[in-house]
Structure formats: structure tokens, C-alpha cells
């Protein structure tokens, strides 16, 4: 869990459009408090949870969100769920390990109070990684498209890289500064290389499962070139290694991501391991999660 805590602010008095936060969780309890309290300027807070086994409910109840329980169907299908439960005109989406910063919250005010034609606006991520923002190899600024029109947007892709599609114009927020004191959402994504090396696992297999659904299978130059091209892409033409230590090894998980994935489709297309349901790989903190659960229908807390 990061260090960041952002301040409570009460919903503002300068005329606006309503905002709704919507959130994705499970098994969260780390760090849902946080992502909810950067938040707490918007209008309502909506938290989709995946039927936790922690508190990340009980915790997100008290700082005043509405909460829906929901079978995990897949990262897409839970966030446009979301969409849908959302109340009003604006959206701004978020993970458990991010936080809206003061400087965004205050962009959005503004824009939103003069938005006329414009549907979405990109905002970009700040990923803290051993120790330090990533400033180089592609990941900053990296332009998300997370505050749009809910009736204009919803989110596609394929299984757990999500974006969101909008109709009509976007814009982009400008960051504005560095680290926490800039115009952007901050991601604390991995809390240690161990932590890093579960959840690229774990993403893999959503992402072999989803190539080898399609039609996709692996080949030799998936496992080989592909893996390269990414430590090569990021660590010397996108400049990782002005990042030091920690762009080095980013730039090696990287390179590890394209191959673990391909290689866990070469093992699904070999019949040596099983092809599990997306509601088997839930995307979360906890890495013993039961491989078969009881159905149940959404329901608000």
C-alpha cells in the first residue's frame, strides 16, 4: 500500500456537471481507503466488489461508497457493470492502486465547469515502481482515457488490458508538474518484484486464455523475438535506463510479460494445462482464491 493520502474534500460549490468515481475490487482492503478518499470530491463513489473475502467492502461502505457485489465475469464486463450503476453525466474510472492527486481533482473541476463539446478526457498515469516515479520507457506520461460522458463511453478491449471507447471529441488534462504534485492519477501498481513476477503471472494466463479463445496459438518468435524487441523497445528507444535500477528492471518484466504470456498459450494449445473460465483468475491481492466459487446475482450492501 502507498504512502499517498489524499485529503477528504467535500463536493465543491462551483457549478458543474454531477460526477460519478467508479472502482473495481477484490480482496482490496489495502487499498481501497485511499482510492475512495481521492475521490470523495466527486459526487457518489460506486465500488464494484467481487464478492471479497476481506474488508474491502466494510471499508468501502464506511468512507460512504455504494457498493455492488458481483461474480468476477472479467475485467471489461465488471467495469462497464459499473457504467451502468453509475448515477450521473460524468465518470471518472479508477483501480483500487490509484489516486485521483489534488492538482487532477482541481483540472477536473475546471474543465467539467466549461466542457461543452467534449466527451472524454485522457488523463496520464504515474506509475511508483521500487521506490520511485517511472519517468522514461513509455511510462510517463501514459495517456489513459479515464473522465468521459458515461452515455458516450464504454470500455472494450480484450481481457485484462481494458480502454475505454468514446463517441465523439477528447481532450487530454496536462500533468502540469511531477510526481504527486501534477495533474494525474497516480498508480502503485506492484509493491515488490515478488508481488510484480504474481500479478504478470497471473495477467498472462487471463491473456493466453483470451489468444487461444480467438483462434491464436503461439510460435517460435513469440517466445523468442517478441520478448527482446519489448526489453529493447523500452529500455533503450523509450530511454528506461535514465530511470536507473528500477527502469531496468521494469524493462526486464517487460520482456518476461510477452514471453510468459506466449508460453502459457503454447502450454494451453499442448493440452498441459487446463483452460481455466475468467471467473477462476480473478485479478486480486490474494493468490489462493478458491478455483470454484457459488453463483450470485449482484446485490447492493
Known amino acids: 500500500m502507498s504512502n499517498f493520502t489524499h485529503p477528504l474534500n467535500k463536493p465543491q460549490k462551483k457549478s458543474r456537471p454531477s460526477i460519478s468515481a467508479c ?17 470523495a470530491w466527486c459526487d457518489e463513489v460506486v465500488v464494484i466488489d467481487a464478492f471479497s473475502k476481506d474488508r474491502t467492502a466494510e471499508i468501502a461502505r464506511k468512507r460512504g461508497a455504494r457498493v455492488i457485489q458481483n461474480e468476477w465475469p472479467g475485467h471489461i464486463a465488471q467495469k462497464n457493470l459499473a457504467l451502468d450503476a453509475a448515477k450521473y453525466e460524468w465518470v471518472i474510472a479508477l483501480d483500487c492502486d490509484e489516486r485521483v492527486t489534488l492538482k487532477l481533482k482541481e483540472a477536473t473541476v475546471d474543465l467539467l465547469g466549461s466542457a461543452q463539446d467534449v466527451n472524454g478526457y485522457f488523463i496520464s498515469r504515474k506509475i511508483f515502481y521500487l521506490g520511485r516515479w517511472l519517468e522514461h520507457g513509455g511510462w510517463f506520461p501514459e495517456w489513459r482515457l479515464r473522465l468521459f460522458r458515461r452515455n458516450c463511453g464504454h470500455w472494450v478491449g480484450i481481457d485484462p488490458h481494458d480502454t475505454v471507447q468514446v463517441e465523439g471529441r477528447t481532450g487530454r488534462i496536462p500533468t502540469g508538474g511531477r510526481g504527486i504534485n501534477a ?17 504478470l503471472d497471473r495477467y498472462a494466463e487471463i491473456q493466453a486464455g483470451e489468444l487461444f ?15 527482446l524487441w519489448r526489453f529493447f523497445r523500452t529500455y533503450i528507444l523509450r530511454g528506461g535506463f535514465r530511470d536507473g535500477a ?47 466459487t457459488p453463483c450470485r446475482k449482484p446485490r447492493d450492501i
Open 23 to 39: 472502482i473495481i475490487s477484490f480482496n482490496e482492503e489495502k487499498n481501497i481507503g485511499d482510492c475512495i478518499d481521492s475521490v
Open 183 to 199: 495533474a494525474v492519477i497516480l498508480h502503485y501498481s506492484v509493491s515488490s518484484l515478488s508481488h510484480q513476477l504474481k500479478v
Open 213 to 227: 479463445r480467438s483462434g491464436r496459438r503461439a510460435n517460435p518468435a513469440d517466445l523468442t523475438i517478441r520478448p
Open 246 to 292: 528500477a527502469g531496468f528492471h521494469m524493462a526486464v518484466n517487460h520482456a518476461y510479460a510477452a514471453y510468459i504470456k506466449y508460453a502459457r498459450l503454447w502450454e494451453i494449445q499442448k493440452s498441459l494445462v487446463r483452460l481455466r473460465s475468467k471467473g477462476e483468475v480473478v485479478p486480486s491481492m490474494d493468490e489462493t482464491r478458491e478455483a470454484e
